[in-house]
């Protein structure tokens, strides 16, 4: 099993910035992908990044050149840095491993990020 702890939220204007991290615990994280996700009030939860096993990352369109998404296998960390945040960003954001086998999917319990002015 692996738990998982995001922290790094918080009220940011408009055009700013922020590092979400993820904290994981647990199972073996280096055999897990790893993908934040966010819901917005009234939304679905929506893919934002996803980083695999061997460092491959993938956005959603509606980011991609604003959001990075990183891991550390050693610390067992995955990180998103969000630049250029938007009003529209604002959401809960959630971490999420998903083994490379299909042996497990976990949650955090998210942060919330909120732009605005």
């Known amino acids: 099993q692996v738990q998982l702890v995001e922290s790094g939220g918080g009220l940011v204007q408009p055009g700013g910035s922020l590092r979400l991290s993820c904290a994981a615990s647990g199972s073996i994280f280096s055999r897990y992908h790893m993908v934040w996700y966010r819901q917005a009030p009234g939304k679905q939860r929506e893919l934002v990044a996803r980083i695999t096993t061997d460092g491959s990352t993938n956005y959603a369109d509606s980011v991609k050149g604003r959001f990075t998404i990183s891991r550390d296998d050693v610390k067992k960390m995955a990180y998103l840095q969000m630049n250029s945040l938007k009003p529209e960003d604002t959401a809960r954001y959630y971490c999420?491993?998903?083994?490379?086998?299909?042996?497990?999917?976990?949650w955090g319990q998210g942060t919330q990020v909120t732009v605005s002015s």
């Open positions: 999420n491993a998903e083994h490379r086998n299909g042996f497990g999917n976990y």
